[in-house]
């Protein structure tokens, strides 16, 4: 069973940035992404990476400001957020699944409880 725990949401002001990571169990040979999600509008893709691979994507929205990378040995994701603007503002989850890989985020079976972040 997948068990996914975010960390590192807060508050900064815009053109800051925050560390999020994801850190989980029972995964292997998984696709584990970022969503968000601002209230009013829909979950939003931002990042995915493979476990395996360690292939990323960005998503056009955060691309040049996002990073995404994997920490094996702690079985973590992390997810660089650098110039912050008040529009990334939002819940920010983890997702994973093996048949992920894609921004849609009913391909996602695990999903964490999600971390704050606001940029004023």
């Known amino acids: 069973h997948v068990q996914l725990v975010e960390s590192g949401g807060g508050s900064v002001q815009a053109g800051g940035s925050l560390t999020l990571s994801c850190v989980g169990s029972?995964?292997?040979?998984?696709?584990i992404a970022w969503f968000r999600q601002a209230p009013g509008k829909a979950r939003e893709g931002v990042a995915r990476?493979?476990?395996?691979?360690?292939?990323?994507f960005i998503a056009d929205s955060v691309k040049g400001r996002f990073t995404i990378s994997l920490d094996k040995e702690k079985k973590a994701v992390i997810l660089q957020t650098n110039s912050l603007k008040p529009e990334d503002s939002g819940m920010y989850y983890c997702a994973a699944d093996k048949t992920g890989g894609t921004w849609d985020s009913l391909m996602y079976s695990y999903w964490g409880q999600g971390t704050q972040v606001t940029v004023s």
């Open positions: 990476i493979g476990s395996t691979s360690g292939t990323a």
């Open positions: 029972g995964w292997s040979h998984i696709n």
